[in-house]
């Protein structure tokens, strides 16, 4: 039983075949849940959409840094009206791109910290999207009182004491495909020493497919990879990881 935490399953690399991937996870590897993340407007749509058709797909709805600057007041009340949907699941992913900056620096940490006060306000965890933002990052999260509602570090690359500062705010940390690459040696040091009770596996499909797939498009089924790699790095069973990984899931995101 595994739990992919960050899917693009709308993504437009999946519309030829998104129902067969989605067998595939179920069936070939064993993949219970999976949450699908809303990022913008057009994401949010077809991400309720995906929901409402399958019963083991959640959503987080939120607006990505990329796209801060067109969010505008009314796409935040729209937001804070679709977490009652019962599957709306988390708040994200939110939070800052200092790589590619495609919305100024000032913007997204308006819609960030906006976005952390709808969480807390909503009762929801919240995903962190940061790309060379680290210190604005948690300097945010901290004045925003996020370890009130907690949430996941999305795709984490940070080294161990990083870990640890975002740990001491109620956050799990999130691995995916990099953690199988041969060279991601500080991803795999984190990988050891992250508490059980707040480790998370995703794949951010359709994007960082994990080895043997590196390159290739990513889906579901392949955070199998990911979780098999952490078992081994950790010294554990592949089953046991699923389990611990699973329940971590269904706790953070308040699953039956």
């Not at 796409?75 to 949907?85: A, C, G, N, S």
């Not at 300097?139 to 925003?144: C, D, G, K, R, S």
Request: glycine residues 6%.
């Amino acid at each position: 039983m595994l739990f992919d935490t960050h899917a693009h399953l709308d993504d437009q690399q999946f519309d030829q075949d998104r129902e067969a991937v989605i067998q595939r996870a179920r069936e070939e590897f064993q993949v219970s849940y999976i949450v699908n993340i809303g990022y913008n407007k057009e994401a949010i749509l077809s991400t309720i959409e995906l929901i409402e058709q399958y019963d083991f797909i959640y959503a987080a709805i939120g607006w990505h840094p990329h796209d801060a600057a067109s969010c505008t007041s009314q796409d935040l009340k729209w937001i804070k009206t679709l977490t009652h949907h019962p599957k709306v699941v988390a708040i994200g992913e939110i939070g800052l791109d200092y790589y590619r900056n495609h919305s100024p620096k000032e913007t997204q940490k308006e819609i960030f910290r906006k976005q952390i006060r709808l969480a807390r306000e909503v009762g929801l965890p919240v995903i962190i999207h940061n790309r060379e933002a680290d210190q604005d990052v948690i300097q945010i999260l901290q004045e925003e009182n996020a370890a009130e509602i907690g949430g996941i570090m999305h795709c984490f690359t940070g080294d161990v004491d990083q870990m640890n500062r975002c740990l001491s705010m109620n956050f799990f940390i999130g691995l995916g495909g990099i953690v199988t690459f041969k060279n991601a040696k500080t991803t795999h040091k984190v990988a050891k020493q992250v508490p059980s009770d707040f480790l998370l596996i995703e794949t951010d499909c359709p994007y960082l497919a994990p080895h043997p797939f590196r390159g290739k498009r990513n889906e579901p089924g392949y955070v199998h990879f990911v979780a098999e790699k952490i078992a081994k790095l950790r010294g554990t069973t592949l089953d046991e990881l699923a389990k611990i990984t699973t329940a971590n899931a269904k706790r953070l995101f308040q699953l039956g």
